[in-house]
């Protein structure tokens, strides 16, 4: 079964090239360029994963956040990835909701053993609670 991986990302050069990047890993890649839209697609078809950029218009990554708590969509695993420093002060509200901080860039290498990990934890921590 292939796993969905969300990425919300406003500069189309990095969609892209993590589009490809999950594709060629056996991801399913939904990629999208602004916040709202992804609140749309998640209402739709909830993802296994969200690959979240914190740097973004019209909304940031911490809004999306936000709104997917307010809107009762929170509980899909949210791994940031960004390019910007990320504070323990700016984090600390966010706590509960990040699996994961990366750093952009990120190689093919790095991501393929950052998420055949959480894959694997996840499905360790499923079978742990049947």
């Known amino acids: 079964m292939s796993r969905t991986v ?25 990629m999208i360029n602004n916040g709202w839209d992804a609140l749309d697609v998640i ?12 740097m973004m218009r019209p909304i940031d990554g911490w ?3 936000d709104e997917l708590k307010k809107d009762g969509l ?7 990835f ?4 990320v504070s323990e002060e700016e984090i600390a509200k966010y706590r509960g909701d990040i699996s994961l ?3 952009k860039p990120i190689t093919l290498q790095e991501l393929r053993g950052v998420l055949s990990e959480f894959f694997s934890e996840e499905q360790v921590l499923k079978s742990e609670f049947r």
């Open 6 to 30: 969300l990425v919300i990302d406003d500069d189309e050069e990095n969609l892209q090239v993590i589009g490809l990047i999950l594709r060629k890993l056996g991801y399913t890649a939904i």
């Open 43 to 54: 209402r739709e078809e909830r993802p296994d994963l969200i690959l979240l950029d914190l």
């Open 82 to 85: 960004t390019a910007k420093y």
């Open 74 to 80: 929170d509980g899909i695993p949210v791994i940031i």
């Open 63 to 65: 809004q999306f956040l």
């Open 101 to 103: 901080i990366l750093q």
